[in-house]
């Protein structure tokens, strides 16, 4: 009921793919695809991801796609994003952040030994979501560090206020 609702606010055909291992959104064909192997108790994480992409479909077309170039910049544009579009999600329904806090149980939390493998950026980036949307850290003194030190989370949430007003020189600076 919740993915037909999502699929009419987003104006989104959503797909269910044997072959994803998550989910992602296509803005070009503005579908959502989404793993056919969800299991009962990952439902709400499930939602939660819909939710997601489905705003990405509906608010993210607007960025420019040359805005900036590298991957590390890429990936930069996308944290400003995911933090913007999951906060305007959080106002949608009173109760999902629920769903979302049921993600990062799951997919998160769930992985930290091997999210701890990963390169500091990408452990850095993690825990800037996490904490920016209000669900703490991953734990990882170091990255944390890293975050505080080179004002990272000041930076991202300039950085999707900027993207929220249109202020494309301005997510630009905030990235180099």
């Not at 998160?108 to 669900?135: W, Y």
Request: aromatic content about 6%; overall charge neutral; proline content about 1%.
């Amino acid at each position: 009921m919740l993915a037909k609702w999502i699929a009419k606010e987003t104006g989104a055909k959503i797909v269910f793919d044997g072959q994803a291992t998550g989910a992602s959104a296509n803005v070009k064909t503005n579908e959502i695809f989404m793993p056919c192997d969800l299991k009962e108790h990952n439902i709400l994480a499930a939602l939660a991801l819909l939710m997601h992409e489905g705003a990405h479909l509906k608010h993210s077309k607007k960025i420019p796609m040359d805005l900036v170039k590298g991957m590390v910049s890429r990936n930069i544009l996308s944290v400003m994003e995911d933090v913007r579009i999951d906060l305007k999600n959080f106002s949608k329904l009173y109760n999902i952040k629920e769903f979302y806090d049921r993600l990062i149980t799951d997919h998160v939390h769930a992985r930290k030994d091997e999210i701890a493998k990963q390169d500091l950026l990408t452990r850095s980036m993690i825990n800037t979501i996490l904490r920016l949307e209000g669900f703490g850290s991953l734990g990882d003194k170091e990255s944390d560090t890293v975050c505080s030190n080179n004002n990272v989370y000041n930076i991202i949430r300039d950085g999707y206020y900027a993207i929220e007003n249109n202020d494309w020189e301005g997510v630009k600076n905030k990235i180099n």
